[in-house]
């Protein structure tokens, strides 16, 4: 196994990369392999691979769906008094937008 030491100067990137390191982990101890030994072995072929990759893009949209209906019951709840209001009615524009916002008159 190789060890290497990383410096980070962003805690999001080192999160990530702390989260593929504990998914690979898990990996190995469900299958017994690495991806590059499973590659290198043949285990699998790269329309397995491509199966893989669909199959977990199906499940992210799922994930993504079930957050949605998630957020309409937390929306139904605020409307009833139920939680206190989110702030998620604001969302800033996207870059590409950014010639069409209104910047008011310059100071």
């Given at each position: 196994?190789k060890s290497?030491?990383?410096?980070?100067?962003?805690?999001?990137v080192e999160?990530?990369?702390?989260?593929?390191?504990s998914?690979s982990?898990?990996g190995?101890a469900k299958?017994?392999r690495?991806?590059h030994?499973?590659?290198t072995?043949?285990?699998?072929?790269?329309a397995?691979?491509?199966?893989?990759?669909?199959?977990?893009?199906?499940d992210?949209?799922?994930?993504?769906q079930?957050a949605?209906?998630?957020?309409?019951e937390?929306d139904?709840?605020?409307?009833?008094?139920?939680?206190k209001?989110?702030?998620?009615?604001?969302?800033?524009p996207?870059p590409?937008h950014?010639d069409?916002?209104?910047?008011?008159t310059p100071?």
């Amino acid at each position: 196994m190789k060890s290497r030491t990383i410096k980070f100067r962003d805690p999001v990137v080192e999160n990530v990369v702390d989260k593929f390191v504990s998914r690979s982990d898990v990996g190995y101890a469900k299958y017994g392999r690495t991806l590059h030994s499973e590659r290198t072995g043949k285990h699998k072929d790269l329309a397995g691979y491509l199966n893989d990759i669909q199959e977990e893009l199906m499940d992210a949209i799922l994930y993504i769906q079930a957050a949605r209906e998630e957020l309409l019951e937390d929306d139904k709840e605020n409307i009833l008094g139920v939680n206190k209001p989110l702030h998620e009615s604001f969302r800033p524009p996207h870059p590409s937008h950014a010639d069409d916002l209104d910047y008011g008159t310059p100071i």
